[in-house]
Structures are given as structure tokens and as C-alpha cells.
């Protein structure tokens, strides 16, 4: 309450796009004290909101449904939504299109909060992107729509999501949230905004410097797997154990970081945000980011490489691929999510069906995917495990009984090095 006796004005949020990122946003938004309009132009999602039916898995419906009931969230389709908010921030999709940056969901959220932005309102930029994409095209897109200032009238800044879905320890509000703005007093009210939601923050000097921390912080991630992915392939051919040489690598408790092989990256980020930067940087400057090119070359290989491995497991017992029934675990490109976006899994099941492979799949975190016939996703069984000539780890999802696959599996390729298989050949 205010001394007059009147009920306190709680700030506005508006959060543009309610997905991965989004959604647990405006839950946290919701849960510290703001009003919060969940705007998303997929009316499909804005409905399920309404109904409290996520679809984001961290994210619990009953989360949804108690935010809806406080009177504190609505979620919109419409724009108008927007008016007299304090504080708006974007986090829309940045995807690649043939290779190219595609800006057109930040061109288009901008525009249409532009028509919305007061003086005094805080406008934040959370979408993955390069460097100078607040500055140089958010700042100026909601100057023209707007009329106002960025930095005199309105404030204007970045702070890059790390959100980590699936990951219990490391939060939204756990995780320390990297903060810029355009101007001093747009950094000072960017910080204050997160520094309400989250534990703490980490103001950098400007905004281009918080959309390089992100790329930096991917391109180190995607770079360092491909180098235990390509080492994999390397010391399998060699005859050594690479998981072995891995876990006595990380004994060591300086100047290692581990890193595990796999079938591939994939999600939203991996495969994409390393291209945001060698797109900038041979535009503007005219060379190639070679690390970031030999990352894609090595890791968009991998799946390929699973599917030599099995055709060697299947050739060492006189069989072909083609008729031979392949069970695969896991769809979703990481551990206990169901996210199968640009998923190494997906393609490797692909490249199976296209050799004539009698294919089944299982992910307890996916139901269906567009990509694989609904008859051959299956759940995990003793028989499902005993009819296969193959089983092929790709995720190794905790919901997985292994024990099972380890009893019922004649012949298992182990793409994770999950612990209880004792008896599958490695990656
Ligand atoms: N998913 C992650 O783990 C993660 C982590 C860090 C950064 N990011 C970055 O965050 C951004 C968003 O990613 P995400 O995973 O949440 O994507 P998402 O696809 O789950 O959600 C984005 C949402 O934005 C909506 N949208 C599109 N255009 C819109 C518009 N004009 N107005 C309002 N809503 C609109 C879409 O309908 C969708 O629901 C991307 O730049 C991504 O690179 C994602």
C-alpha cells in the first residue's frame, strides 16, 4: 500500500515470446511481484497458457495455473496487450536461414512494441544474436516506430539467457545473469530489472559486449565437443578408450574442463548461435572464423559417424542395415529433455530409414516426431530390447531403465558411456 492508503501499482512486464526462454521469465516476473503479459504471436501457445498446459518441461502446469490465478499474468496474442508497460523483453527466436542470421522475429516484435514504448520504459533484448544487434537495429527500429530517444527517452539494453533446460542446480535464478545497456542509465535500470529476479548480475561496459559473452560462451561449447568428438573417432580407430583417457583427463583440477562425445549438437543453440558470430565476423571483416567452421564440419559429421559404427556392429555378424531392426534410445539432442530441435538423433534415425532399417525409437520425453513413422516409436520393453539387432544409446535420459537394456540387449552401441552398460561397445 501507499502512505494515501492506496493499493501499490506493481510494474508492468511484458515478455515478447513465451518459449524456452520466455515462459520461466515471466513465471519468476510473476512470482517476485510484477504484472506480467505473456505475448506470443502463436496463438496455439497463448491458448494452451490460458488452459495452464505447458509445454516448456521446466515449467509445471500447476506453476501456470497458480500464475493465472494470482491475477498477475495474462497471456496475449495481441500487441495492444503491450500498453503502458514498464519494462519489455524480447526473447524471440533467432534462427539461421540457409546459413544467414535470420533477425525478422526481432524485426517484427520490435516494430510492434515500438508502437507501445512510452518515455521512461525499460526495453530489453534477450535473443541470442551478434554483436550489435541491440544497437544498431533494435535502438534505432523503436526510435522510428516510437518517436522517443533510446537512452534520453527510453532504456535500452541486452542480457544474454543461459538457461539450461532440464538443469536442476544451475536456475533462471541461480545462474548469474550477465547485464549491458546502451547508456549508463539504461544499464543502471536493465541491472535493477534482473537484479529483482535472479541472484546476482554481472554488468559488462556495453551491449556488444553481452551479445559476445553469449557467442563466446557457445562457441567454446560447441568448439570443445568437437574436439573430444573427433578425438573419439581417432582413438576409437587406435584401438584406445577415449572415455577412459576422459575421466583420468578430469582428475586433473586445473586447466581441464570435460567435455564428452556424443552423436552430435543440437537444440537451439549449438548448432546455430557459432554461426551468428562467423556470419558477423566474415561480414564485416572479411576472413573466416576457422574454429567455428571446423567445430560445424566436425560435429554436423557425427551422426554419419554413428551410422558407420553401425554398419561395422551389424557387418561383424553378416548383416546389412537394410532389414535389420534398430532400436534407438533417445530422440531429443541432451539428457532428460524433449527437445528434438536440429537433434543429431533425428538424423542418424534418418539416415537408418533412408538404408532400408526395420526402425523402431523410444524417448519417454518425446511422443511423436515428424521425421519418424508413428508406428516405429515404441516404448522400452524386455521383448522391444530382445527383437532388436541392434540397440543404439544416443541419449542417455535418467528416465531410461538401463539395467534392463543391460539384462535384454544382445548388441548395444553406447553413444553416452552410460555406466550400466557394462558389455555395449562405446562410441
Ligand atoms: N532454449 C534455450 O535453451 C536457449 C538458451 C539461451 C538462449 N536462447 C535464445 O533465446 C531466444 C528464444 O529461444 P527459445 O528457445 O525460447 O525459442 P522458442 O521457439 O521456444 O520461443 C520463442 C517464442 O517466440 C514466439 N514469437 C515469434 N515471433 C514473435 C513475435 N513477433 N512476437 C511475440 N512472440 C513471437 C514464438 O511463437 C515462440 O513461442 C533465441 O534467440 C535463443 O537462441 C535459448
Redesign the pocket.
Known amino acids: 500500500m501507499t502512505r494515501d492508503g492506496a493499493p501499490e501499482r506493481r510494474a508492468k512486464l511484458v515478455v515478447?515470446?513465451?518459449?524456452?526462454?520466455?515462459?520461466p521469465l515471466a513465471m519468476r516476473a510473476v512470482e517476485v511481484g510484477y504484472d506480467v503479459v505473456g505475448?506470443?504471436?502463436?496463438e496455439a501457445?497463448v491458448k494452451r497458457l490460458e488452459s495452464a498446459d505447458s509445454y516448456?518441461e521446466d515449467i509445471a502446469s500447476e506453476e501456470i495455473a497458480e500464475a493465472l490465478a494470482s491475477g498477475h499474468y495474462q497471456p496475449s496474442a495481441a500487441?495492444a496487450d503491450a500498453e503502458g508497460f514498464d519494462v519489455a523483453v524480447i526473447?524471440?527466436?533467432?534462427p539461421l536461414r540457409e546459413g544467414i542470421p535470420d533477425l525478422t522475429?526481432i524485426e517484427?516484435?520490435t516494430a510492434?512494441l515500438g508502437a507501445h514504448l512510452t518515455a521512461g520504459a525499460t526495453v530489453i533484448l534477450?535473443?541470442?544474436?551478434y554483436p550489435g544487434t541491440t544497437d544498431e537495429l533494435v535502438g534505432p527500429l523503436l526510435e522510428s516506430v516510437s518517436g522517443l530517444r533510446a537512452g534520453r527517452d527510453f532504456r535500452l539494453g541486452y542480457s544474454?539467457?543461459?538457461?539450461?533446460?532440464g538443469n536442476k542446480t544451475w536456475t533462471f535464478v541461480t545462474t548469474p545473469k550477465v547485464v549491458s545497456g546502451v547508456d549508463e542509465a539504461s544499464l543502471e535500470a536493465v541491472k535493477a530489472f534482473y537484479d529483482s529476479v535472479v541472484d546476482q548480475t554481472v554488468p559488462v561496459r556495453s551491449t556488444r559486449e553481452a551479445e559476445l559473452t553469449?557467442l563466446l560462451e557457445n562457441t567454446f561449447r560447441h568448439v570443445n565437443i568437437a574436439l573430444v568428438n573427433e578425438l573419439a573417432v581417432f582413438a576409437h580407430a587406435l584401438g584406445i578408450n577415449i572415455w577412459d583417457a576422459i575421466d583420468a583427463a578430469s582428475s586433473k583440477p586445473f586447466g581441464y574442463m570435460r567435455f564428452t562425445p556424443g552423436p552430435g549438437v543440437g537444440?537451439?543453440?549449438l548448432p546455430?548461435?557459432p554461426s551468428y558470430l562467423s556470419w558477423q565476423v566474415k561480414r564485416t571483416l572479411g576472413t573466416q572464423f576457422r574454429f567455428v567452421e571446423l567445430a560445424n564440419d566436425v560435429n554436423d559429421h557425427m551422426p554419419d559417424y554413428v551410422v558407420r559404427r553401425v554398419i561395422a556392429s551389424l557387418n561383424a555378424r553378416q548383416r546389412a542395415v537394410s532389414g535389420s531392426r534398430i532400436l534407438l534410445l533417445g530422440l531429443a539432442y541432451k539428457k532428460n529433455t524433449s527437445?528434438a530441435r536440429e537433434s543429431p538423433a533425428v538424423r542418424v534415425a534418418q539416415l537408418l530409414l533412408d538404408m532400408g532399417a526395420d526402425l523402431r525409437a523410444c524417448d519417454p520425453h518425446i511422443v511423436e516426431s515428424p521425421r519418424i513413422p508413428p508406428d516405429a516409436m515404441v516404448e522400452l520393453s524386455a521383448s522391444e530390447l530382445e527383437a532388436a539387432d541392434l540397440v543404439v544409446v544416443l541419449t542417455d535420459h535418467d528416465a531410461f531403465d538401463f539395467e534392463l537394456v543391460e539384462r535384454h540387449a544382445a548388441h548395444v552401441l553406447d553413444c553416452r558411456n552410460v555406466p550400466a552398460l557394462t558389455s555395449s561397445e562405446v562410441l
Open positions: 515478447l515470446g513465451q518459449g524456452y526462454v520466455g515462459l505475448l506470443d504471436v502463436d501457445r516448456v500487441y526473447t524471440v527466436p533467432t522475429y517484427q516484435s510492434s534477450e535473443s541470442t544474436t544474454p539467457e543461459r538457461i539450461d533446460p553469449k537444440g537451439h543453440c546455430i548461435d527437445d
